[in-house]
């Protein structure tokens, strides 16, 4: 797709603005792990899998014990050892091509039931405890509650470059202003002109991505064009930059037209939680097919024009914690 060729202009409350359109290719790098010493076995038994290390340092904690010396994430059954005691996850078996890292003996089918069994009987905190979390967790229970940790980070929601960077909102927020140029605005109200000078050129692409902020919060409007089925259709939609049950407390309204005609969305802001793709797919937005965006446009199928509106709203809970919608609440 030509995304040079795409002007938008954007209002917020009413002020015209001009938005021009970024596109980055970003590339993130990660934590590095520590390793920690892994203890071994000085005494080898062959085939005995209740095996656990019978040389341990006095300091060595249970939680070291049970950390892959490869990968140095957390082992879960099946827990694989080799003949000198020395332990191994499933995952790295497989990776070292069944060769021991510590003593380079090979692995074969051996499990450690006893470090397995010693598993089941502690527990931990979330890892991320220092992001506000306080659960404390049976340690096979640990890792599904950390896929849905509340307190987890957020992944960046610019959906042009497959960014994989990870923080809380108000990191996130400063990111994708300084590192994606992506356009900030103020207020609940949005006017948006998209121009297209080839419409026949449609393809999987993101076009824009507006971040809006409004009773304190952080609203991301995304606006593409992508094949659904063999037809070109253009979707516009909102997320929300925060967890799913505050994402409730609000509602959206996306409202294109010209010619007289108009088609209106409304609906409530998915969070960020849900990939981009996620949100897309699931056709959860205002969807404009190419035929209709060109009628809005004028008719001409020489140039696409469209100018998107819309407003975000807050709705108060009920007394039994629900939420009521109030149209036109912040009018």
């Known amino acids: 797709m030509d995304i040079d060729n795409i ?156 960014c994989s960077v990870e923080g809380d909102i108000p990191y996130l927020v400063s990111h994708l202003r300084d590192d994606h140029k992506v356009d900030m605005h103020s207020g609940y109200t949005f006017n948006h002109r998209y121009v297209k000078s080839n419409p026949r050129e449609v393809e999987n692409a993101t076009w824009m991505l507006t971040v809006f902020n409004c009773y304190g919060q952080y609203f991301c409007l995304h606006f593409e064009a992508f094949q659904l089925s063999m037809a070109p259709v253009y979707m516009a939609f909102l997320r929300f930059m925060g967890d799913e049950n505050d994402a409730r407390n609000y509602r959206y309204s996306l409202e294109v037209g010209g010619n007289g005609r108009k088609l209106i969305w409304e609906g409530t802001p998915r969070s960020i939680r849900d990939g981009h793709r996620k949100v897309r797919d699931s056709h959860d937005g205002l969807i404009i097919q190419r035929n209709m965006a060109l009628f809005f446009s004028g008719g001409e199928k020489k140039e696409l024009k469209l100018r998107v509106t819309g407003r975000i709203w807050k709705e108060p809970p009920n007394a039994d914690g629900s939420n009521v919608y109030i149209p036109n609440l912040c009018s």
Not at 25 to 49: L, R
Not at 151 to 156: E, K, N, Q, S, T
């Open 7 to 162: 002007e938008c202009v954007s209002t917020s409350n009413g002020l015209d603005d001009e938005i021009p359109y970024h596109h980055h290719n970003m590339n993130h790098h990660h934590h590095n792990h520590n390793h920690p010493n892994i203890p071994q076995n000085p005494h080898p038994k062959s085939h005995n899998v209740n095996v656990v290390p019978s040389t341990i340092n006095p300091t060595t904690s249970v939680h070291e014990l049970l950390e892959c010396p490869v990968c140095t994430n957390s082992m879960y059954p099946p827990i694989h050892q080799c003949h000198n005691g020395h332990t191994i996850c499933s995952t790295c078996k497989t990776r070292v091509h069944n060769r021991c890292p510590t003593c380079r003996q090979e692995l074969g089918d051996i499990r450690c039931l006893a470090l397995e069994k010693v598993a089941e009987s502690l527990e931990f905190p979330c890892k991320y405890t220092s992001l506000g979390c306080t659960g404390i967790f049976p340690y096979y229970s640990k890792l599904k509650h950390e896929g849905v940790c509340n307190f987890r980070p957020y992944i960046c929601p610019y959906a042009g470059s497959e």
